[in-house]
């Protein structure tokens, strides 16, 4: 990866480590409210690609009651462009991880799942004062997070996205 003044300014504003580290966390919180367990380590793998992908955030359903299984039956184009999404972007989620790690907002727990740290502060004027874009990648990610919690299984939910270890 490029230093970031070397960066495109599209790439270091859209996938810069605070802005997906916050994603994760937010998909975190909402995903360990659902599921009452950590989240698994490779899901912030899926919810950069699915939430800053701006077809993809906006074909998501509006409610977790419409299954993961159902949306991507009804969104082939969609699964299809995921890993290639996913090994693009994996670097930013690297980073975001680390970064999260670092600041203390994320940890890892005993069983390598990710659970919350800190909250991270500002978090509430950071929402009230971005765009519209950023405020709905906001609420997509803790959408995401909700419904990956009662998606199924780790392994199951790999493969209805079609990515492969």
């Given amino acids: 990866m490029s230093s970031w003044p070397a960066r495109p300014r599209e790439e270091a504003n859209l996938l810069n480590p605070p802005f997906c580290s916050l994603l994760v966390i937010l998909a975190t919180d909402h995903y360990q409210k659902a599921a009452k367990t950590s989240f698994p380590f490779v899901y912030p793998f899926l919810i950069i690609p699915i939430v800053l992908h701006k077809a993809t955030r906006e074909a998501l359903?509006?409610?977790?009651?419409?299954?993961?299984?159902?949306w991507i039956e009804e969104n082939p184009t969609?699964?299809?462009?995921?890993?290639?999404?996913?090994?693009?972007?994996r670097p930013f989620v690297?980073?975001?991880l680390l970064y999260g790690l670092v600041h203390g907002c994320l940890e890892i727990?005993?069983?390598?799942g990710i659970i919350l740290g800190r909250?991270?502060?500002?978090?509430a004027g950071y929402e009230t004062g971005s765009s519209d874009e950023v405020r709905d990648c906001l609420k997509?990610?803790?959408f995401v997070g909700r419904w990956l919690a009662t998606a199924g299984s780790v392994p199951t939910v790999m493969a209805l996205w079609g990515i492969h270890p």
């Fill in 61 to 70: 359903p509006k409610s977790t009651l419409k299954s993961l299984s159902t």
């Fill in 78 to 89: 969609l699964r299809a462009l995921l890993p290639d999404n996913v090994r693009s972007v």
């Fill in 94 to 96: 690297q980073e975001a």
């Fill in 109 to 112: 727990d005993d069983s390598g």
């Fill in 119 to 123: 909250k991270p502060r500002g978090l």
């Fill in 140 to 142: 997509r990610a803790q």
